[in-house]
T-cell receptor, first 114, second 111 residues
Framework: NAGVTQTPKFQVLKTGQSMTLQCAQD?????MSWYRQDPGMGLRLIHY???????DQGEVPNGYNVSRSTTEDFPLRLLSAAPSQTSVYFC????FGGGNQPQHFGDGTRLSIL | ELKVEQNPLFLSMQEGKNYTIYCNYS?????LYWYRQDPGKSLESLFV?????AVKQEGRLMASLDTKARLSTLHITAAVHDLSATYFC???????????FGEGTQLTVNP
């Protein structure tokens, strides 16, 4: 198993550009989430999904869109990049009702907006 | 709104010493997780605590949960340099899909 795979690992964008961060998992996990990590702020939830076709907003959803057409994939779209979206983005997955199982995290995408 | 606070945020220790990291949270929850993150790396799960009084140990690390006090602790025994990392606690009020993280504790263990 590859676990949770995120691409790209690094990206530089100009303000106003759009892009999609990819996330795929091969563990047949129902739950998938996107977090952003900023210095001194821990990780904050952007969007999450409890299964294919079902998504919901987290703590900081503005400026981001998600969709979940398959169990395996959960892409995050930046609609019009802003410097405030410079961050490290982590995708995570876990089992349904998996309170006794931790979320598994990808390696992250380091995104800079100029 | 669920808030999770860790202290200290920065901790510099000598090898061989003991110390405790505290994680307080603001609303009722019976699921708490501890993660470790090395610089530039992903998050690695350390412990899953699911009930009041839960205690788990792995090597030099021991985690506990007091749901009545809304407090979890991560105790470090006889620290070694390899434990240098940032440690996060995270609380979940749903079924595993929505974690609220603390700010993280940056631990440095000096020889």
């Amino acid at each position: 198993n590859a676990g949770v795979t995120q691409t790209p690992k690094f990206q530089v964008l100009k303000t106003g550009q759009s892009m999609t961060l990819q996330c795929a998992q091969d563990m047949n996990h129902e739950y998938m989430s996107w977090y952003r990590q900023d210095p001194g702020m821990g990780l904050r939830l952007i969007h999450y999904s409890v299964g294919a076709g079902i998504t919901d907003q987290g703590e900081v959803p503005n400026g981001y869109n998600v969709s979940r057409s398959t169990t395996e994939d959960f892409p995050l779209r930046l609609l019009s990049a802003a410097p405030s979206q410079t961050s490290v983005y982590f995708c995570a997955s876990s089992l349904f009702g998996g309170g006794n199982q931790p979320q598994h995290f990808g390696d992250g995408t380091r995104l800079s907006i100029l | 709104e669920l808030k999770v606070e860790q202290n200290p945020l920065f901790l510099s220790m000598q090898e061989g010493k003991n110390y405790t990291i505290y994680c307080n949270y603001s609303t009722t929850s019976d699921r708490l997780y501890w993660y470790r993150q090395d610089p530039g790396k992903s998050l690695e799960s350390l412990f899953v605590l699911l009930s009041n009084g839960a205690v788990k140990q792995e090597g030099r690390l021991m985690a506990s949960l007091d749901t009545k006090a809304r407090l979890s602790t991560l105790h470090i025994t006889a620290a070694v340099h390899d434990l240098s990392a940032t440690y996060f606690c995270a609380v979940d009020r749903t079924s595993g899909s929505r974690l609220t993280f603390g700010e993280g504790t940056q631990l440095t263990v000096n020889p």
